[in-house]
């Protein structure tokens, strides 16, 4: 599925783990695997991004000043290799799972389902889970160390409470976050879609709007920006959510939704739309947001030339977007809306850089990724692995690979084996992207696929459905989680079936 890979980038899905450290005991030795929370975003020192640690270090004199004491943790065996994988997260302690967020707003799927507990998903590993925020990263290996399984450290971690962590290897998966720096007003008034505390709040915005426009004439006016797969998908599914309570309009700077789309996905994506009468402004890009209480009296028209309607006559406060013409022949235009949902663009937490000789800062391109050789180890770090939205990774035609959910699963994979064989000194697999298809989510019953092995065919309606939420359970983490959330989607499935029958008979027989 064409989505921007999250925080979930999983340690090869948590239970591979085990694998690695139950392969590497067989062949040289087992290491320690942390994995460190970021609670609340990423801290800066000289321009770098906050990471992990290893062995004293000269970083101990440079922090020694800071006003929280700095304890240094101690691993549970420091005989045996130490990987830290550092990511990003808003949520507080569970790991979620991005693709499947849509299904919080449909109710087809509850929270624990595609959002379990560290606590839970750990309780049989050996990992050891940190919940703090980093401060600042002080990577040692560029110091000429070949990434062989020596004691020397590959660098340390200051975290906010004080904290300090050696490593030996880093794994950056930091995922993405929304990019709302792009249009006046957005970062104030938009409501972004990437993570799970952006879900419940959409979802409880809704169901404010939807308590108070109960009984009312008045629609709710949703105005989506972007019509790449999320903005689609959400579209998608807040249309069918409010059905004809509400009006949804889907903003695109581009003339076609799903510009990357195979065709099959984006034809049935333009129907399941065009059903659900989903307005599509295409060839506009959002100029700025605006409270409406804020325009009172301004000088900003709307195409009619009238002003827009007053905070007073509404009874409740609305969002004004101004329109701005990509493309020649169209006229600018004025929207009203009750709720802003902003899809376009997202960018790493990992700081852009400015530019220095300082070899012990991260390479990083304009978008602020690590950049990576095709093992996925960041270039000129080699005891730091970067992947998902974290890596800037090229494929064979020098293209930097999207960011998607599929993307970021296979090269967990490649992190998990290329992480062994650098520690068992072992040669390291370079990455090939594998593009299997692309999915996306168009309602309760309704979804895309197109699969990459077979040209020309999509599955859609209830058969693409089921299909996947098939792949994706697959792709949950742990088996013990996916076989709970397995028996509670066959139970729901049950009794929406029993549901719909009686439904079904009851106007078959108030019919006869």
């Known amino acids: ?95 979620f799972f991005k693709p499947m967020l849509y299904e919080l707003l449909s109710g087809e799927v509850d929270a624990w389902e595609i959002a379990p507990r560290f606590s839970e998903l750990l309780a049989n590993t050996s990992i050891q889970f940190f919940q703090d925020r980093v401060k600042m990263l002080h990577p040692a290996d560029h110091l ?53 505390e952006d879900a419940c709040k959409v979802d409880n915005k809704l169901k404010e709007l939807e308590r108070r426009k109960f009984g009312k004439d008045t629609l709710i006016r949703v105005a989506v920006v972007g019509c790449g797969y999320s903005g689609v998908e959400l579209a998608a599914t807040v249309s069918e959510r409010l059905q004809d ?27 399941v739309l065009s059903s659900r009468k989903v307005q599509l402004l295409l060839g506009y890009l959002v100029r700025c947001i605006r409270k409406e209480s804020d325009l009172e009296g301004s000088a900003m028209p709307t195409e009619a030339g009238v002003f827009p309607k007053t905070l007073a006559e509404h009874g409740s406060e609305k969002y004004i977007l101004e329109l701005q013409p990509a493309e020649r022949g169209l006229q600018r235009q004025i929207l009203e809306a009750d709720l802003v949902l902003w899809t376009v663009g997202s960018k790493p937490p990992l700081p852009q850089l400015e530019p220095c000789d300082r070899p012990h800062e991260l390479p990083l391109n304009g978008r602020g990724q690590a950049e990576t050789d095709e093992t996925l180890r960041v270039k000129g770090h080699p005891r730091i692995f970067a992947l998902g939205d974290s890596s800037a990774l090229r ?43 692309e999915m996306m989510t168009l309602g309760r019953n309704d979804a895309a696929l197109s699969p990459s092995f077979i040209e020309g065919l999509t599955l859609e309606g209830p058969v693409g459905h089921a299909a996947r939420k098939i792949a994706y359970l697959l792709r949950l983490p742990t088996d013990e989680h996916r076989l709970k959330v397995g028996i509670s989607w066959l139970t729901k499935s049950a009794v929406d079936s029993v549901a719909s029958l009686q439904s079904t008979l009851s106007k078959v027989l108030s019919g006869s």
């Open 1 to 95: 599925m064409a989505l921007a890979a999250s925080a979930l980038t999983p340690l090869n899905r948590i239970s591979n783990a085990n694998r690695w450290s139950q392969v590497s005991s067989r062949a040289s030795h087992s290491f320690n695997v942390s994995l460190l929370f970021e609670k609340r975003g990423i801290g800066f020192r000289n321009g770098i991004a906050a990471a992990a640690a290893s062995s004293p270090s000269p970083v101990i004199e440079d922090i020694s000043q800071k006003e929280i004491p700095q304890r240094i943790y101690t691993w549970p065996d420091n005989k045996k290799p130490r990987v830290l994988r550092f990511f990003w997260s808003t949520s507080l302690n569970v790991l």
């Open 144 to 196: 000429g160390m070949n990434g062989s399984t020596g004691s020397c450290s590959g660098g340390t971690v200051v975290l906010e409470s004080g904290l300090l962590i050696e490593y030996d290897w880093l794994v950056l998966a930091l995922g993405s976050e929304a990019k709302l720096d792009t249009a006046p007003g957005a970062a104030e008034f938009a409501f972004p879609f990437s993570t799970l």
């Open 245 to 271: 309570r509400g009006l949804v309009q889907a903003i695109n700077v581009n003339t076609i939704i799903l510009p990357t789309a195979p065709p099959g996905n984006r034809e049935t994506a333009l129907k």
């Open 395 to 437: 494929d064979m035609n020098g293209r930097i690979l999207p960011a998607t959910a599929q993307v970021a699963f296979q090269q967990a994979d490649f992190t998990g084996w290329n992480l062994w064989a650098a520690i068992n000194d072992r040669p390291l697999l370079p990455f090939r992207f594998q593009n299997l298809g």
